[in-house]
């Protein structure tokens, strides 16, 4: 019996794969494995956070996979909800001083533009020049302050009704911004009141003045070219309720 020999030589296929060193792999055809693509990155989940990367926690994964991840999810901040507060309350300190000085100064040849107090009414700045009114009403006369705010939101009521039934253009917050603002003049001779008041004559003559005042500004801005032949229907309310308005101040 003859031992067994050598085992036949093994010459790999087309599909297996041998280690042969450089020498021998000259003039062995090269495998073309172009057509080939993939890639073993790791499949893991980062999260951008300030600018560094981190990976999520189990329970962020979990809460993704289930469908939850908008609970994560962070909002842009919006650039409407970092106005500052006056904007936000819609109040332009400039606008009202503007119209502070069209008020106290009604004379047309000053060349101030007095239709936007009409044309572009607001309401904080009335508030204000009425609140301020009756504060200094509240001399021993505390109870007016309550019973201002309200002859002003219902006097004005009633000269808008009577400007709409005389043919008017005219909204209620123009009139309601009008009337309001135009109790600057008397606010202005209020302290003027205070040093003359033991002249008799002399504080007639002042309160006059101060009504003729507060009634021409309101009246100037209300009162247009519309009215043509109507115009002392609806001066005549206005003055009336400017003299009721000082009444409201002296006590009388």
Same mark, same amino acid.
């Given at each position: ?15 297996d ?25 790791s ?5 951008? *956070? ?5 990976? /999520? ?5 979990? #809460?993704?996979?289930? =469908? +939850?991840?908008? &609970? ?44 936007v ?39 004005s009521?009633?000269?808008?009704? *009577? ?5 008017? /253009? ?5 009139? #309601?911004?009008?009337? =309001? +603002?135009?109790? &600057? ?28 005042w ?39």
């Amino acid at each position: 019996m003859q031992p067994p020999g050598p085992p036949p030589a093994y010459s790999p296929t087309n599909g297996d794969f041998t280690f042969v060193s450089s020498a021998d792999a000259e003039g062995l055809p090269v495998l073309d494995i172009s057509y080939l693509s993939g890639s073993i990155a790791s499949p893991d989940v980062k999260l951008n *956070l300030g600018g560094d990367f981190i990976k /999520e926690s189990t329970a962020t994964t979990f #809460l993704r996979q289930r =469908g +939850y991840g908008w &609970l994560l999810e962070v909002e842009d901040d919006d650039p409407e909800d970092n106005k500052p507060l006056l904007e936000e309350l819609d109040i332009d300190l400039k606008d009202i001083y503007y119209k502070i000085r069209c008020v106290l100064m009604p004379m047309p040849s000053l060349g101030f533009n007095r239709q936007v107090v009409r044309d572009n009414p607001d309401f904080w700045g009335p508030l204000a020049v009425v609140l301020f009114f009756s504060m200094i009403s509240l001399y021993g006369q505390f109870r007016v302050v309550s019973w201002i705010i309200t002859i002003w939101i219902f006097g004005s009521l009633t000269i808008f009704l *009577l400007a709409r039934v005389l043919g008017g /253009e005219v909204a209620y917050g123009q009139v #309601l911004g009008v009337i =309001g +603002y135009s109790l &600057l003049p008397l606010i202005v001779i209020a302290p003027i009141l205070l040093v003359v008041g033991s002249f008799e004559v002399v504080s007639t003559l002042i309160k006059l003045f101060g009504v003729f005042w507060a009634a021409y500004s309101a009246a100037s801005l209300l009162v247009g070219e519309e009215f043509k032949t109507k115009k002392p229907l609806l001066i005549y309310p206005i003055f009336l309720l400017y003299i009721y308005f000082l009444s409201l101040y002296t006590g009388v």
